[in-house]
């Protein structure tokens, strides 16, 4: 499986645009080659370089099968288009939060679990940590694309 995105190539910079120096939209992403028997996605995107341990910037879950796409801005609303649902990110928001890195250069890695089942038990206060216990025996594939950012 591979994901991609317009806004920026893997290990690139991801454009202040995405940021919270710019307007702090997800960047839209895309992926192919999800396997034979996927029945929904989880989106996960974080930046372990972060003082106080990995910051979780996104968590969506229960993505469609049928769902090959995130378009640029995706709403921080509980329910997504397509019937995913965000999950809380460190800040303890639903919806996309964007790098903003206190100094240096930090990486921020969206990761993309092909699933083999909806995920059950979760909604709007679930984190990464839940996602992933949630995930475990389920996922078939995996992508990932990591950008870096560093503020001016």
Request: charged share 15%; glycine share 12%; with cysteine.
């Amino acid at each position: 499986m591979q994901l991609t995105s317009t806004a920026f190539n893997e290990g690139g910079v991801i454009p202040s645009r995405f940021t919270c120096d710019g307007e702090d939209l997800s960047p839209q992403l895309a992926w192919s080659g999800a396997p034979a028997g996927m029945q929904a996605l989880a989106l996960i995107c974080d930046d372990p370089d972060a003082l106080a341990g990995t910051w979780v910037h996104w968590v969506l879950f229960n993505l469609p099968n049928t769902v090959t796409s995130l378009p640029e801005g995706v709403p921080p609303n509980p329910a997504v288009e397509g019937g995913a649902s965000h999950g809380a990110n460190s800040w303890g928001r639903i919806g996309y939060r964007g790098p903003c890195p206190p100094g240096g250069t930090h990486r921020y890695f969206f990761k993309l679990y092909a699933l083999d089942s909806q995920l059950a038990g979760l909604d709007n206060r679930s984190t990464a940590k839940d996602v992933e216990a949630a995930m475990q025996g389920h996922v078939l594939a995996q992508a990932q694309l990591m950008g870096r950012y560093q503020r001016k």
